[in-house]
C-alpha cells in the first residue's frame, strides 16, 4: 500500500500513512490513515500517524519548502495508535502545542494504559509512547492556530469517547477523523448510537465543501459529502440489523460466535472476527 501526498485546498495538504496490524503471525493486515497538513504563517497538523511517521510528514513539509519546526500545533482527534503513535517525536522536535479531547488523556498520556484496556495486535510497534496534552478540550470551542486561522471542535463520540471533529469554516473545510465509518470496512466503534447521533449532527453543518476523513481520500463537493454521510448511516442501520437478527436472547450470548455470524452475514474478511469488532458489534445488544 503507497503512501498518497497531495494539495487538496490552498493550504490544506494530504498524506495517506500505511502501516500494517498483525492480527495472529501469519497474518498481517493492511491499514492507512490520513494526517493532514494546514500551512499558514506556521504549520497546523492534524494527527500524527503510527510510529515512525514523523519522517514521511517532515520530508513533505521539506518538499513544499518549509522547515518541520514550523509545525505549532498537532491537533488529535483521538487517542487510538494510528493517530498519536508518532506524537511524542513530533512534539519532542517542534515544541507544538497538542491538543486533544479531555476524555482521551488518560490513553493519550498513559499508552500502557490504553494497551492494557483495548490491546490492539501489534500496539507497541504503533505507538513510541506517550504524549502531554497541553490543551484539553470538551467541544464548542474555537481554536484560533494563528492569525487567520481558527476551527471549531466539535465533540462526535461513538468511535471512542473523545473523539473530536473540527470544522474549518474559513475553508469549508471538516476534518472528521474515524466518525464516519466506511461502508464496507471493518466495524471498529465503541457505541453505535453515539455514532448515528454524531453524523446526524455533522449532516447540519452548513457551507462545507471539503470532507477529509482518515480511512478515505478526501471528498469534495456538498452533494458527495451528504452521499458520503448517508452511506456511512446506512452502513451502520445495516450492521445493528445484523447483529439483533443473529443475536440469542435464549441464552447468554458468546460474543465471538455472534461476531462471526455477522461478519459472514455482511461478507466481511475472516480477520473480522476480533475483538475490537466483537466489541463494535456488542455496543449494538447494549442499545437495544
Same mark, same amino acid.
Given at each position: 500500500?503507497?503512501?498518497?501526498?497531495?494539495?487538496?485546498?490552498?493550504?490544506?495538504? %494530504?498524506?495517506?500513512?500505511?502501516?500494517? #496490524?498483525?492480527?495472529?503471525?501469519?497474518?498481517? #493486515?493492511?491499514?492507512?490513515?490520513?494526517? *493532514?497538513?494546514?500551512?499558514?504563517?506556521?504549520?497546523?497538523?492534524?494527527?500524527?500517524? /503510527?510510529?515512525?511517521?514523523?519522517?514521511?510528514?517532515? !520530508?513533505?513539509?521539506?518538499?513544499?519548502?518549509?522547515?518541520?519546526?514550523?509545525?505549532?500545533?498537532?491537533?488529535?482527534?483521538?487517542?487510538?495508535?494510528?493517530?498519536?503513535?508518532? %506524537?511524542?517525536?513530533?512534539?519532542?522536535?517542534?515544541?507544538?502545542?497538542?491538543?486533544?479531547?479531555?476524555?482521551?488523556?488518560?490513553?493519550?498520556?498513559?499508552?500502557?494504559?490504553?494497551?492494557?484496556?483495548?490491546?490492539?495486535?501489534?500496539?507497541?510497534?504503533?505507538?513510541?509512547?506517550? #504524549?502531554?496534552?497541553?490543551?484539553?478540550?470538551?467541544?464548542?470551542?474555537?481554536?484560533?492556530?494563528?492569525?487567520?486561522?481558527?476551527?471549531?471542535?466539535?465533540?462526535?463520540?461513538?468511535?471512542?469517547?473523545?473523539?473530536?471533529?473540527?470544522?474549518?469554516?474559513?475553508?469549508?473545510?471538516?476534518?472528521?477523523? !474515524?466518525?464516519?465509518? *466506511?461502508?464496507?470496512?471493518?466495524?471498529? *466503534?465503541?457505541?453505535?448510537?453515539?455514532?448515528?447521533?454524531?453524523?446526524?449532527?455533522?449532516?447540519?453543518?452548513?457551507?462545507?465543501?471539503?470532507?477529509?476523513?482518515?480511512?478515505?481520500?478526501?471528498?469534495?463537493?456538498?452533494?458527495?459529502?451528504?452521499?458520503?454521510? !448517508?452511506?456511512?448511516?446506512?452502513?451502520?442501520?445495516?450492521?445493528?440489523? %445484523? #447483529?439483533?437478527?443473529?443475536?440469542?436472547?435464549?441464552?447468554?450470548?458468546?460474543?465471538?460466535?455472534?461476531?462471526?455470524?455477522? /461478519?459472514?452475514?455482511? !461478507?466481511?474478511?475472516?480477520?473480522?472476527?476480533?475483538?475490537?469488532?466483537?466489541?463494535?458489534?456488542?455496543?449494538?445488544?447494549?442499545?437495544?
Amino acid at each position: 500500500m503507497r503512501e498518497l501526498q497531495l494539495k487538496v485546498t490552498e493550504r490544506i495538504h %494530504a498524506i495517506k500513512i500505511p502501516f500494517k #496490524v498483525p492480527f495472529s503471525p501469519e497474518k498481517a #493486515v493492511d491499514r492507512f490513515a490520513f494526517v *493532514y497538513l494546514i500551512f499558514g504563517n506556521k504549520i497546523h497538523l492534524i494527527d500524527s500517524g /503510527v510510529a515512525g511517521s514523523e519522517s514521511t510528514i517532515y !520530508d513533505y513539509i521539506k518538499a513544499q519548502g518549509c522547515d518541520p519546526n514550523e509545525v505549532s500545533s498537532l491537533l488529535l482527534t483521538h487517542s487510538h495508535p494510528d493517530h498519536i503513535g508518532a %506524537a511524542k517525536s513530533i512534539k519532542n522536535q517542534t515544541r507544538c502545542t497538542v491538543f486533544a479531547h479531555t476524555l482521551e488523556q488518560e490513553w493519550i498520556e498513559d499508552t500502557e494504559q490504553q494497551f492494557t484496556e483495548r490491546p490492539v495486535p501489534g500496539f507497541q510497534t504503533l505507538v513510541e509512547g506517550p #504524549v502531554e496534552i497541553d490543551t484539553l478540550l470538551d467541544g464548542g470551542e474555537i481554536i484560533e492556530l494563528e492569525q487567520g486561522i481558527s476551527c471549531r471542535i466539535i465533540h462526535t463520540p461513538g468511535h471512542s469517547k473523545g473523539s473530536i471533529s473540527l470544522l474549518f469554516v474559513d475553508d469549508k473545510s471538516l476534518f472528521t477523523a !474515524d466518525v464516519l465509518i *466506511y461502508p464496507g470496512d471493518l466495524p471498529i *466503534y465503541e457505541d453505535i448510537s453515539a455514532c448515528l447521533i454524531s453524523i446526524k449532527m455533522l449532516q447540519k453543518i452548513d457551507n462545507v465543501e471539503n470532507l477529509f476523513s482518515s480511512w478515505e481520500s478526501p471528498i469534495q463537493g456538498q452533494d458527495n459529502i451528504i452521499k458520503r454521510m !448517508d452511506e456511512s448511516i446506512a452502513y451502520l442501520e445495516r450492521i445493528h440489523y %445484523a #447483529v439483533i437478527n443473529n443475536s440469542s436472547k435464549e441464552k447468554q450470548q458468546n460474543i465471538m460466535e455472534l461476531c462471526q455470524k455477522v /461478519v459472514d452475514e455482511l !461478507d466481511l474478511p475472516p480477520f473480522a472476527v476480533n475483538p475490537l469488532v466483537a466489541k463494535a458489534f456488542a455496543s449494538s445488544l447494549a442499545a437495544e
